[in-house]
């Protein structure tokens, strides 16, 4: 997400953390084993058995050492990689995704967006091809991207970088502005190829794809057909339009994509006077927990454009005679994480409602396993918000890694399943929470009323808070280890956090300065780590891998990872194993160090946890003791990539040779002003044109792909 702008939604305010609250977690754990789940909890610790089954992954090469040098902290407006690699832009906001849309002017007057690239490019995934075109899991040389555009760089209401003289930023703001900003959020897909030279993307490929905020979309799983899902555009809750603030992304056993609806709270008007409206509909809680106060102004106005449902359904308020005439429960249909078939651009996009409703940053699965369940684990990017794991029902069949039917595949494990959310205990142990109607806590909640599973579904914020869930720092990104099924989850950072809700499982609230201005909490996250006996398992063991921090920071406090100049970090976002070398990424979302760097990409070579042993924190009269990993050295982790200024470093992707990856770079020149647009000196950022990349001097969220000048594997 834009660090500076739309990640500040705090509204859990739930009595949770409660951290010794060991409501009913026995119930949970009791049907969390039925179906013979049970079986599972023999296998070894760390996984390694685990890993042994049918498998849907190639063979891992572990890397034993990181074998470059470490980009320097800079504030370059540049990407600076280490020497003896190469990083090009192949794919940038507004690119051409059929043959006949023109090359993008970048000066405001560019149009037709749902044939080009989209901005914020954020997670990314790679699908191979074959020559002839057909799906392939070891061809490196060309295939297809798949990726979020998650938001636009905005000020006062106005996507400004894609509008001639900025845009408007009073209301009503006019319809062709707002079609304009439609379109350029969703999804990508786009056909990539290299000659062995250069790679570079392919504009006429009949594979490329867009989908927008406008696309019909099918609502899947619990909530289907939900009476809170009933809108004028579906009177009988299974269809929706579009996906909205898609974040990180995540690639199923079966080969489809994945992409997390995060921030699409902030896109939708509530009425001053809608409490009143909807009288004693459970919603009003419901729309306060997710961020949505009456009265709340929306991001862009969009609900100002007119009188067509395009513009009327970004108003979320009860304004008809029934949810059959309004849109009352738009927000409703946002929230999951949603699935395509990235090889086939007929198939519906399908919203996973069986995972739940949440600010989704990606899902992550598990190594599958035949005659076991599939299982992905999620975060819920809010500060103060939780971490998930669903479980399917479905047991893995090897015969499903190339299914006939990738989105059936999809049906089959994404629809029916259960979802669990995680309690930290400060043993350095944790429960999985079960959320259905079958745990008596939900069904009986005095807290919220619980009708269904599909309330549940659409509730899941507050089911979670019934069960007392542990609030985290902002959960983003998870990442499973290939080499021991570890569950690594970011924790981005926590204004938040103070030493009298400091807990063994975020344990640091501490004042840091920047260009001399106090920042008080989390200010630079960590990085969770969790271990269970199988994936299907009701408990886990947890440690904190890595604290975010600057160099100079106290190591018995702040830097308690021994972090130094060569991979000092903060606000680590991204995290993504390479399937190729086992090697860790993390990309950092960083507004708290960046009066000295830009945001980054590093390499990890994690250990596992438990290597570290515990730490007391003292805050003041408290002490609170951790459990964190063994110290970082330049051996463990290095710092790969710098990005250009104002930027994010988002999703990271390979090719399965490991020798090619896709990064990409969300918001360069985010803090320029919108007065400035068409004043290039005085832009944050005029990456990627400074890079020799496009027309024009604004700059343009992009892909850029890396390579290793001597051909080799990336990070060895
Ligand atoms: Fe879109 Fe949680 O970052
Ligand atoms: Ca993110
Ligand atoms: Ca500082």
Redesign the pocket.
Known sequence: ?PHAHF?DEDSNTSANPAFDHVLHARLSRRSLLRGGVGAASATALGGAAALSGCSTLGPVAPVNALGFAPVAKTMADQVSVPAGYTARVIYALGDPLTADTPAYRNDGTDADFGNRAGDHH?GIEWFGLDASGQPSDTFASRGLLAMNH?ATTDEKLSSFFIHANGGTSTLPRPAAEIDKELMIHGIAVVEVQTDGKAWAAKPGSAFNRRVTTMTPTAIHGPARGSEHLVTKYSPDGTQARGTL?N??TGRTPWGTFISGE??WFGYFFRDAKDDDARKKDKQVQALNRYGRKAGAASRHGWESGGASDTYTRWNNSAIGASAKDDFRNEMNTFGYIVEIDPYDKRQALRKRTALGRL?H?NATFARATTGQPVVAYMGD?SRGEYIYKFVSDAKWDAADARPANRLAAGDKYLDKGTLYVARFKDDGSGEWLELSMDNPVIANSSYFEFKSNADVAVFTRLAADAVGATKMD?P?WGGVNPKNGEVYITL?NNSNRTPATADPANPRAYTDLKAGKEQKGNVNGHIVRLAEKAPTDASFLWDIYLFGAEAGADKSTVNLSHLTAENDLSSP?GLVFSKATGVCWIQT?DGAYTDTTNCMLLAALPGQRGDGGSKALAHGERTVTTHVGKPQTTATLKRFLVGPKGAEITGITETPDGRTIFVNVQHAGENTRMADVNDPSKFESRWPANAGYGAGQRPRSATIVITKNDGGVIGT
Request: charged letters at 55%; aromatic letters at 0%.
């Open positions: 997400m990640n954020d998650e603030n974040c990180g995060e921030n600010g940053e990017d902002r983003e981005t976002d979302d």
